[in-house]
C-alpha cells in the first residue's frame, strides 16, 4: 500500500477507536440513541396494531412492519450524535488541532462518518432482539444484511448531515436541527402504513421522499421477500445522497480551514 495511503487509512482508524473509546468511557451516551427507537418501536406497535387488519395490508405482523423504521431511526440519532460530538470538539478548540494536522480533510470527515455508521449497529440491534421477544418475523441472513446494509447507509447520510450543520453553526445547540431532519426524513415515508392506506399530506410526502425507498428496502425480509428491484432505489437514494451531504461537509470543512 502506498504510504500515503497506509497513513491516512492509520487516521481514519484512530478516529473510529476514539469514537469506540468514548462509547466505552462514556456508556450512558449511547441510551438515548437506544431507548428512543425502541420506546417509538414499543408505543407505536402497541397502539397501531391492529392496522393489520385494514385491507391491504401487506403483513399481520405490525411488530415486523415498523422495526425496520426503528432501527433507521436509531441509525439517524446516532449519526446526529456524531454531530453533536463535532460541534463539542468545535466549540472546545480540539478541532482546530485535527484542522491543524498533515491529514487530508476527506480523511478526517470520513472517520468520524465511519465511525457513526458502525456506532449505529449497536441501537439498531437492540431494537432488532426487542422485536424478536415481541413476535417479530425473522427476516432470513439476506434480509438482515439488506437491513443492516440500510441502517449503516442512513447513519453515514445522518452523519454527512449532522457534520454539514456543526460546521456551519460551530455550536452544540444546533442538535435539534440535526436530530429533526433525520426523523422527518424516516417518518414521513411509509413508516405506518403501505403507501396505498395512506392519506392526505403524508400520502404525498411518503411518494416523494426518497427515504421511502430506504424504508422499503429495509422492510423487505420482514415483510415478504428479498429482491433486486426492491433493493436497487435504496442503493442509489443512500448513494446519491451521502455524495452530495459529504462534498457539502467537506466544502465546510474546508471553509473552517481559513
Known sequence: MDATLRHDWETIRALV????????????????????????????????????????????????????????????????????????????????????????????????????????????????????VVGAHFPGPDGLVVTYLCVMGTATIAACWSALIALRFKTQSAAPLMQTVMLAAVLCTTAYAPQALLTGWLATAAEYNPFTQVVEAARQGFVGGISWSGTWPAIVVIAALTALLGWLALRGMRRTAY
Open 17 to 132: 477507536r476514539r469514537s469506540a473509546n468514548e462509547l466505552i468511557r462514556v456508556p450512558g451516551a449511547a441510551v438515548p440513541g437506544v431507548l428512543a427507537p425502541t420506546i417509538f418501536f414499543l408505543g407505536l406497535t402497541a397502539v397501531f396494531g391492529n392496522l393489520t387488519h385494514l385491507p391491504g395490508f401487506t403483513t399481520d405482523n405490525y411488530a415486523s412492519f415498523m422495526v425496520p423504521v426503528s432501527m433507521l431511526q436509531g441509525a439517524g440519532f446516532t449519526g446526529a450524535a456524531m454531530g453533536v460530538n463535532l460541534a463539542r470538539d468545535i466549540e472546545f478548540g480540539l478541532f482546530d488541532r485535527f484542522l491543524a494536522s498533515p491529514a487530508p480533510r476527506w480523511v478526517l470527515l470520513t472517520g468520524l462518518v465511519l465511525s457513526a455508521a458502525i456506532r449505529s449497529v449497536i441501537p439498531s440491534t437492540f431494537v432488532f432482539l426487542i422485536a424478536l
